[in-house]
């Protein structure tokens, strides 16, 4: 059933060429300037797209007649995104706990909810039972070759952008889908000596945990109010990348991602997921500085780029909830 889709529709990317900002309160923080890649004007909300796109797009072409994704939530509003632009069937599988606004904006892209698990993993074990089902296809979160290739047009852009490679690429990592994709993009546009800084929050750093253990271990269970960076096991590739490439791993207290989170909305008036607050806390928590200091990152950098990956699943309401679940813990 290979090209039976329309040729507009086959081809056309789901994703948008995003602006990358000077941020001028960000700069002033670190010490260096700092640019924002802004992913959270993504028409899903965030980074995702990218390389969910990218492999539904393959997929449609293959004659798939139904995904199924499990997801945090983002992803999913991805896959539904790009499954509704092309007419074609979503079920998305997310934890019970997951926001009613995300519930909402998926019905709002004409996608079916199921809600099963308490977290992620959970809802991934139905979501793969459900993509046995004939016709429908399976459109894992962060762990797929495809992804991490779509992801990587980030990186092209950077390239268009700067011209000359930054001092270090800030992300956030739940699975690692993003970092395998930075990794895969930084060798495409031959910058892979850039340094990775790779941010978790405690509760959710299964890429520290591997790293700790000399391999991809299963954390026991997901305590971090950054609920999207919460998959227990990251991806071997990503684990993988950790030696291949330089990756600085570091994790922040979720009160550092929820006031990070706080910070960027006064300084930048945008508003994100604190997994995206996790990437920010590495400027707002004085980490790049520590990381010079120690001799980890250069003493004198050209610039950093942060990776503004973005999220749904917050308002204002929700922000204040977090800071006041935080500040008792
Ligand atoms: C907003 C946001 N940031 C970061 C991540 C982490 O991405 P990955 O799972 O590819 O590491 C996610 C994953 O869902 C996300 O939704």
Redesign the pocket.
């Known amino acids: 059933m290979e090209g039976s889709l329309g040729d507009g529709a086959k081809d056309k990317p789901f994703h948008t060429a995003t602006p990358l900002l000077e941020s001028w309160a960000l700069s002033q923080v670190a010490g260096v300037k700092v640019f924002l890649k802004c992913e959270n004007v993504q028409p899903s909300g ?3 797209i990218r390389g969910i796109g990218h492999l539904v797009g393959r997929m449609a072409r293959k004659g798939c007649s139904h995904f199924v994704c499990s ?5 999913g509003i991805s896959a539904a995104y790009a499954a509704r632009k092309l007419g074609i069937a979503a079920t998305i599988v997310l934890p019970e706990g997951t926001s009613p606004q995300v519930v909402r904006r998926l019905q709002g892209e004409g996608a079916e909810v199921q809600l099963h698990g308490k977290v992620w993993d959970e809802a991934n074990l139905r979501a793969q039972e459900l993509a046995k089902r004939d016709g429908w296809v399976n459109i894992p ?2 762990d797929h070759p495809l992804l991490w290739e779509g992801h990587g047009s980030l990186v092209q852009e950077l390239k268009a952008a700067l011209g000359t490679p930054p001092g270090a690429v800030v992300l ?8 395998a ?1 930075v990794a895969a993009g930084l060798v495409e546009v031959g910058w892979q000596h850039v340094p990775i800084i790779a941010m978790e929050t405690r509760g959710a750093h299964c890429l520290n945990a591997a790293i700790k253990a000399g391999r991809p271990v299963t954390l026991p269970g997901i305590t971090s109010v950054a609920k ?2 919460g ?1 227990k096991t990251v991806a071997t590739r ?1 684990f993988e990348c950790t030696q291949e490439f330089k990756v600085l791993s570091e994790v922040v207290e979720d009160v550092e991602a929820v006031n990070a989170t706080q910070r960027f909305l006064d300084d930048e008036r945008m508003l ?2 604190p ?2 607050g996790a990437a920010l806390a590495a400027v707002y928590s004085g980490l790049l500085g520590r990381l010079q200091a120690e001799g980890h990152l250069s003493p004198s950098l050209s610039s950093v780029v942060v990776i503004v ?3 749904n699943s917050i308002d204002s309401q929700e922000l204040q909830a977090l800071k006041a679940m935080v500040s008792h813990s």
């Not at 997801?71 to 992803?75: L, R």
């Not at 956030?172 to 970092?179: E, I, K, P, R, T």
Request: glycine fraction near 30%; charge should be neutral.
């Open positions: 965030s980074f995702k997801s945090g939530g983002n992803a979160p962060f956030a990592v739940g699975g690692g889908g993003l970092l994709g999207c960076l998959a990503a994100v997921e997994a995206c990956c973005g999220g």
